[in-house]
């Protein structure tokens, strides 16, 4: 048997594992349930009323939705929907290139990074206005608020779960033979000495399982009690969703066209390759800490320092040294809520999330590489 299969098993059959796993579960669920009864109740019918009639909000959206049996919650959306233009045709970015260069002031580099961004994102709006994107109804006056737990608050507890199952894992393994006192023996032959890039490998599969074992049941239950059959097909970038940073309130700008099924898809996409990102550090320092204990103290004090380091970066204005700690992974998990979106300050590039997992990846690759040439290499005779 691979001894891939025998870290899979030695990993899979820890009780704590599904304890956690569990416990994580009983958390989303109640995430799950906290949400109103009257958001549900408007969500579905709007679902429902888009279905029959249609994403794009126009007059025969409006008319077939007036014709329809009165109901609190159809009075409510036709009201929204009346008169509806499409923000896009007259939005300029112009003003959240000035907001964000003046905060940003202090630093000359900082100013000129925010500033190309967001002469990019100008060319964005304009195809989001001729593409009418704006104008599809998704959920209507209550998307925000639901695309926000979805991608936002749902999400990011799901990969939070999934990272820390990914990151205690990953150490487990690399620390199984010091916990049980056989890393002497294991160090005696070559295979034994190569063990770790096994461990590495194994864990990396290991952690999107993780996600996969999070984000099924607990997604499972959101869209049982949420109907979305009549909102796949809508544009994330609708009007009716935007996002609010620094009491900035702004649209929902994309790079990219998605749809709420395509991005759904692209997010746990990323949130994946995310949880190897975490899976790596953990590799990291677990290769480079030889007791388990103490590189858990490591991890966590990486994880959490780094971002108590960007938010002291930002408290002392020091913006250069700002942008680029947001390329660590715990701010794109922060941040998810506002993927492939600009991100505000947390964000100098365009689809800066994804690169950072990239480099993220890359990096933390090598980087574990290099440290496993000395990993599990005790001296036997010590």
């Not at 969703?241 to 702004?250: F, K, P």
Request: one cysteine or more; aromatic letters at 12%.
């Amino acid at each position: 048997m691979s001894l891939a299969v025998y870290e899979w098993r030695k990993l899979f059959r820890l009780p704590a594992l599904w304890v956690f796993l569990g416990l994580s579960l009983l958390f989303n669920a109640f995430l799950i349930c906290t949400l109103s009864e009257w958001d549900r109740t408007f969500f579905n019918e709007t679902s429902a009323d888009a279905a029959c009639l249609g994403q794009r909000v126009d007059q025969a959206f409006c008319d077939g939705l007036e014709a329809m049996p009165e109901t609190e919650n159809r009075a409510a959306l036709l009201q929204s929907v009346t008169g509806l233009e499409d923000i896009f045709e007259t939005y300029d970015t112009g003003s959240l290139k000035d907001f964000y260069t003046d905060v940003v002031k202090t630093s000359p580099t900082a100013v000129s990074w925010m500033a190309w961004k967001y002469d990019l994102l100008a060319k964005r709006v304009d195809h989001l206005a001729r593409t009418d994107a704006g104008m599809d109804l998704y959920a209507g006056p209550v998307t925000q608020g639901s695309h926000q737990f979805l991608f936002g608050t749902l999400m990011r507890a799901m990969l939070g779960e999934a990272a820390m199952a990914a990151m205690l894992g990953t150490l487990y393994l690399l620390g199984y033979e010091e916990l049980h006192k056989t890393e002497s023996l294991a160090c005696a032959s070559r295979t034994g000495r190569r063990l770790g890039r096994t461990k590495v490998l194994s864990s990396l599969v290991a952690a999107p399982t993780f996600l996969a074992l999070v984000a099924g049941p607990s997604l499972g239950l959101y869209f049982a009690r949420f109907d979305y059959g009549g909102i796949w097909g809508a544009s994330v970038s609708s009007q009716f969703n935007y996002l609010s940073d620094m009491l900035l309130v702004r649209p929902f700008l994309t790079w990219g066209d998605f749809t709420v099924a395509g991005y759904l898809a692209a997010a746990l996409a990323l949130g994946a390759a995310l949880t190897a990102v975490f899976s790596l550090l953990a590799a990291l320092c677990g290769a480079l800490v030889r007791s388990p204990y103490l590189a858990a103290l490591v991890l966590g004090i990486f994880c959490f320092g780094g971002l108590g380091f960007t938010s002291v970066l930002g408290n002392l204005k020091l913006w250069v040294g700002y942008e680029i700690s947001c390329f660590q992974p715990t701010i794109v998990w922060l941040c998810c809520g506002g993927w492939f979106t600009e991100l505000g300050l947390n964000a100098v590039l365009p689809w800066q999330e994804t690169i950072t997992v990239v480099l993220d990846l890359l990096l933390l690759g090598a980087g574990t590489a290099l440290a496993l040439r000395r990993f599990m290499r005790k001296d036997v005779m010590a």
